[in-house]
């Protein structure tokens, strides 16, 4: 299989710790059985979070982080269009948290 000229291809047992290896590859067989065409020999892992975001943002105030029209609601993390992933989504949550204590 042809990668994008900036990735790079390697074994996930080269770069992750055998006991998250073994997690993952059990994981992908059992839900390979579950969704056909999952599991092939032409899939592609890019790093262990994938970089995607929703296609829309809901707006919010670069200030308060709330939204700009309907009090006291916050939006955060993938669904709102402020994270890619589930650590960025995490660290979103945390800092509308944070901002939601100190009002």
């Known amino acids: 299989m042809q990668l994008p000229a900036r990735l790079q291809s390697t074994q996930l047992s080269n770069v992750?710790?055998?006991?998250?290896?073994?997690?993952l590859a059990k994981g992908f067989i059992a839900f390979g059985k579950k969704?056909?065409?999952f599991?092939?020999?032409?899939?592609v892992v890019v790093a262990t979070e994938s970089r995607t975001s929703s296609?829309?943002?809901i707006p919010r105030n670069n200030d308060t982080?709330?939204?700009?029209?309907?009090?006291n609601l916050y939006p955060c993390?993938?669904?709102a269009g402020y994270a890619g992933g589930i650590v960025s989504a995490a660290?979103?949550?945390?800092?509308?948290?944070?901002?939601?204590?100190?009002m």
Not at 65 to 71: A, D, N, V, W
């Open 16 to 23: 992750l710790p055998s006991f998250i290896y073994q997690a």
């Open 35 to 37: 969704m056909r065409g």
């Open 39 to 43: 599991y092939t020999d032409e899939a």
């Open 55 to 57: 296609p829309v943002r």
């Open 65 to 71: 982080l709330m939204h700009p029209q309907i009090k």
């Open 77 to 79: 993390g993938e669904g």
């Open 91 to 102: 660290m979103d949550g945390e800092r509308v948290a944070k901002m939601i204590a100190v």
